[in-house]
Structures are given as structure tokens and as C-alpha cells.
Nanobody, 121 residues
Framework: QVQLVETGGGSVQPGGSLRLTCHAS????????MGWFRQAPGKEREGVAS????????RYAASVEGRFTIFQDNAKSTLYLQMNSLKLEDTAMYYC??????????????WGQGTQVTVSS
């Protein structure tokens, strides 16, 4: 059974940085993307970033391009999201997901419980 556990969320001021971590267990024979998604209150879940199995291809939402970086350590079964220059509008619950395609949330098979990121002054 695949389990995804996110850590690293918290509160930060605008312009600050956070690194989210997603540890995957029971996840063997990975064949598709892993990604980060977020959902703010009253809004739909949106794709933030995703990465191919070997890391050769990554995709980003336009709103985070140049500020966020997705990367992974396959040996540790861990996915990361480095978030820099955080903005108020980045406030959301962030979710790790696995076995999907690109930034399409509906394509992902496995989901973590989420970690809250709050950007406030």
C-alpha cells in the first residue's frame, strides 16, 4: 500500500522560503509523475509542480515558475518542493501526489494528507 507523508509546512512572511518534503513508502515500480498540488479555502485544487520518474522532465504552474523547484531523491523515496519568494497567494494546503501525469490532479492515483503553508505579514 502506497503512503505519502508531507512535512515542512508552516508560517512564513512574504518573501520567505520553505521546503516541503514528501516521503513515499510502499511505492515500488514507479512509472509516472509525482507532483505537488495545493488547495486554498474556497478554491479548486491546482497543480503546482510535477516531475517525471527519473527527474528529466518537470512542469510548473505559471504562478510559481521561477520561484518553486521540484526535485526528488529516488534512493530515499522522497520528493521535495523548494519554495522561494513566497507570496500571500501561495497560502494553501499543499499535497503530494503520485502516479499521475503532469499537473492534472484527476490523473493522480495516490495522495498524501497535506501540509499547511501560510504566508502572512
Amino acid at each position: 500500500q502506497v503512503q505519502l507523508v508531507e512535512t515542512g509546512g508552516g508560517s512564513v512572511q512574504p518573501g520567505g522560503s520553505l521546503r516541503l518534503t514528501c516521503h513515499a513508502s510502499g511505492y515500488t515500480n514507479r512509472t509516472n509523475y509525482m507532483g505537488w498540488f495545493r488547495q486554498a479555502p474556497g478554491k479548486e485544487r491546482e497543480g503546482v509542480a510535477s516531475i517525471s520518474p527519473r527527474g528529466g522532465v518537470s512542469r510548473y504552474a505559471a504562478s510559481v515558475e521561477g520561484r518553486f523547484t521540484i526535485f526528488q531523491d529516488n534512493a530515499k523515496s522522497t520528493l521535495y518542493l523548494q519554495m522561494n519568494s513566497l507570496k500571500l497567494e501561495d497560502t494553501a494546503m499543499y499535497y503530494c501526489a503520485a502516479e499521475g501525469i503532469g499537473l492534472g490532479a484527476s490523473s493522480y492515483k495516490y495522495w498524501g494528507q497535506g501540509t499547511q503553508v501560510t504566508v502572512s505579514s
